[in-house]
């Protein structure tokens, strides 16, 4: 007789494969067949995770339509089945898992606008943080400026694509105007996505702030992270950008060693 840690083990794969047979048997039911309660359970459960899918990927399913995103839905939660009981927490993987569906092989875009869309749904539950005084920096010496370590808001995410993702975003949202057509060879797109307040925010940036922004986030001194920016734009305006960053909450603090 299994324990009850096989047997739960053996549901789940159950329920998740279709194939009842290790697990009928050790079931009892009144008024139907074991086979038949657990094709309930399955399927609320399948159910239950391609909503979840397709609330967090409207975009995607917008772009390649039903009839080819819930088989695309099926075979990742078959791959990927939720392993917690949040279902906040489910589909991160769905991008990486895009960029190797054979059927969605031609849609080179897909796996980059599920990037953006799940940037966006962790952007919408990222844990707040107090905005950060400028007036801090004042206490730093300038001569060691270049050492300034900076932490980007939690809910901050850096997404680049080859392709136009920006134009591909705006044309779904509610308040777009146009005729929804975006020319996949107008080039790519560097974003920023954050939760500012209560808006979660999508915004393109040039490829020198993203570079900037990039090098911070991993943890970068100010200095080589300036150095890349300088590369992509030696007119780079780091008082101005950093300013902004800081007054919009992008930035939300800095450590120095020693301080």
Not at 70 to 82: F, G, K, N, W
Not at 242 to 250: A, E, M, P
Request: hydrophobic content about 45%.
């Amino acid at each position: 007789m299994p324990g009850l840690r096989e047997l739960q083990h053996r549901f789940v794969e159950a329920v998740l494969s279709g194939c009842f047979a290790a697990v009928a048997d050790k079931i009892s039911v009144i008024d139907s067949t074991p086979e038949r309660r657990l094709a309930i359970y399955r399927n609320n459960t399948l159910a239950n995770l391609r909503s979840t899918l397709c609330q967090v990927y409207p975009i995607v399913e917008a772009l390649v339509g039903p009839v080819f995103f819930r088989p695309a839905a099926d075979a990742y939660i078959a791959a990927h089945p939720s392993t917690s009981g949040d279902l906040n927490d489910y589909g991160e993987r769905f991008a990486d898992f895009l960029a190797v569906f054979p059927p969605a092989a031609e849609l080179c875009y897909l796996a980059d606008v599920a990037r953006l869309e799940w940037a966006v749904e962790k952007a919408r539950y990222a844990p707040d943080h107090s905005p950060m005084q400028l007036q801090r920096l004042a206490q730093i010496p300038p001569a060691r400026y270049g050492e300034l370590r900076f932490q980007l808001h939690p809910a901050l995410a850096l997404i680049r694509s080859d392709y136009p993702l920006y134009a591909i975003w705006q044309a779904h949202q509610v308040d777009y105007h146009g005729d929804g057509r975006v020319d996949l060879d107008s080039g790519g797109a560097q974003l920023l996505v954050t939760r500012r307040g209560s808006q979660t925010v999508v915004e393109p940036v040039d490829r020198a702030e993203f570079m900037f922004l990039v090098l911070l986030n991993e943890g970068e001194r100010l200095s080589n992270a300036v150095d890349s920016a300088l590369e992509h734009d030696p007119a780079f305006a780091l008082q101005q950008r950093l300013t902004q960053r800081v007054s919009n909450g992008d930035i939300v603090d800095f450590a120095l060693e020693g301080i």
